[in-house]
């Protein structure tokens, strides 16, 4: 786990990039709100405003990203209106706090932004709970989170905005359907019942931290889709916070609030939460219960009782989150996975196709982009079959068989990256056996895609060409492939 975090791939040191930036953006926006003579409540809503806008803004493109960003007050100021106004009104509190929850999930079906949108107004709820916030306190909360989002969106566009730099990444769009059929609105469902469960049992447990446990089921729900992706993420989440409590007995409990120390340390918490958030769940956890031991901290409450309750409320939230995944409109592991495998294959196809059209000099013809959109499809396969390949997973054929897949899918992935690259040179050749081979691979996928049988041209005396060389290992994996994918059980991951 510690090589993955730390000598994890960082293509054009992007992730060291993101992390410095989130470390200089919110320290501004705490700067700015001190200057502006904001208390220590003002300051820690603004870090966290800040620290949503720079982590939770995800669209494809930097005007997306501006326009999300500007567009998070509008959702976040009303929210934060209802939060303080019903402080002192439990039920009708708990009832809206349902419902930000039931909204929040819900919102993803309109993608990046949406799922922004909602990651802002669900937190900024909490954070009310968080700093018990009173109608009084609103001009001051107000400002501090119009300053911070402004402070962060200025070092985001203005100081550093290296994605200018960069491609925009292949975000592929989230399973449709409509009703209860579309995933969405399924898990909108799952989340809030889970939440209120976490709601009311965090409650007994303590009337006063109560919402730690409704933040630890809302934080599983991110960011999955299927029944298998939520319970893996429940426990990356209690394992991250086991050991960020450990680590706060260690550090943040000798510190005593003491404001400088705790600055530096929650400076190094940001950087390792923007670090880690990309390769490893848990590690972030780990950095955000840190985080939130410094803050109690500064805010002179902090103490081992604190830890261990915030350890309990969390397996309460998580529990929740596992009870509403498996018994409410389940989304079970299989049907998702499959139906990214499906994209991912039709992709290959498109790939093959665009090479074809471009080897037989089609001017418009460009099948880079195909690549990119299937280096994401199949991250997004490698996030639904996590389940299956996860160390405790028990069912040890269906883990081997799942791991099979990945392997052939990548295989596929450095066959199609190896194509297009050599088909994008202008001295490629243009043999009719590439276009001939270009339509066996779009015939594999299609009797892939449709139950039929993969048929595979006999090897021949080596060849020397590379295209027609990548084309033939495309052959052979798609060939693999139809093993895993016509077992006996219908897929490598039935029933999961």
């Known amino acids: 786990m510690l090589k993955r975090v730390f000598w994890a791939p960082d293509p054009g040191r992007t992730r060291l990039r993101f992390a410095t930036r989130a470390v200089l953006g919110i320290s501004l926006a705490v700067a700015v709100c001190g200057l502006a003579g904001h208390s220590l409540t003002g300051a820690v809503t603004g870090g966290l405003a800040a620290l949503l806008a720079l982590f939770t803004v995800t669209d494809a493109t930097v005007r997306g990203q501006a326009v999300t960003t500007a567009l998070l007050p509008a959702v976040g100021l009303p929210v934060l209106t209802a939060a303080a106004g019903l402080h002192d009104h439990p039920v009708a509190r708990d009832l809206t706090f349902l419902a930000v929850v039931g909204a929040g999930v819900y919102a993803r079906r309109w993608g990046a932004r949406g799922h922004s949108l909602g990651v802002f107004a669900f937190m900024t709820f909490f954070v009310a709970q968080f700093l018990h916030a009173t109608t009084g306190q609103l001009p001051e909360l107000y400002a501090a989170v119009l300053l911070s989002v402004l402070t962060a969106a200025a070092v985001r566009f203005g100081l550093w905005c290296y ?32 939440a209120g469960f976490a709601l009311v049992v965090g409650q007994l447990v303590s009337g006063q931290r109560w919402y730690w446990a409704v933040g630890a089921t809302w934080w599983i729900f991110v960011n999955t889709t299927s029944r298998g992706e939520t319970l893996v993420r429940g426990f990356r989440r209690l394992l991250g916070t086991v050991i960020g409590i450990a680590l706060g007995l260690l550090v943040a409990l000798p510190v005593h609030g003491d404001p400088t120390v705790t600055a530096v340390l929650a400076a190094a918490c940001v950087f390792g939460i923007f670090y880690t958030a990309a390769v490893s769940y848990t590690w972030m956890m780990l950095w955000v219960t840190l985080l939130a031991g410094l803050l109690y901290g500064l805010l002179g409450v902090l103490g081992p009782g604190l830890l261990a309750l915030r350890l309990a409320e969390t397996g309460v939230g998580a529990l929740g989150a596992a009870l509403a995944v498996i018994l409410v409109l389940p989304v079970t592991t299989h049907s998702v996975t499959d139906a990214w495998i499906q994209r991912a294959l039709r992709c290959v196809h498109a790939c093959a196709a665009e090479t074809a059209r471009r080897l037989v000099g089609a001017a418009d013809a460009d099948p880079a982009p195909r690549v990119a959109e299937l280096e994401q499809l199949l991250a997004r396969v490698r996030l639904s079959v996590a389940p299956l390949v996860h160390p405790l997973n028990p069912m040890r054929g269906r883990k081997r068989r799942a791991r099979h897949v990945l392997a052939l899918l990548d295989d596929c ?28 691979v779009e015939a594999a996928v299609e009797a892939l895609t449709q139950g039929g049988d993969v048929l595979v041209q006999p090897d021949g005396p080596p060849t020397t060409e590379p295209v027609l060389a990548h084309l033939h290992g495309l052959e052979r994996a798609l060939a693999e492939l139809a093993r895993p994918l016509r077992a006996p059980s219908g897929s490598p991951l039935a029933g999961a």
């Open 163 to 194: 994605e200018r730099r960069l491609p925009p990444p292949a975000a592929p769009a989230p399973p449709g359907g409509t009703g209860l059929a579309r995933v969405t609105t399924r898990q909108a469902i799952q989340a809030t019942a889970g």
């Open 413 to 440: 992935a450095r066959e199609v990256r190896g194509l297009v690259a050599v088909a994008a040179d202008p001295e490629a050749s243009h043999d009719a056996r590439l276009a001939t081979a270009c339509r066996r």
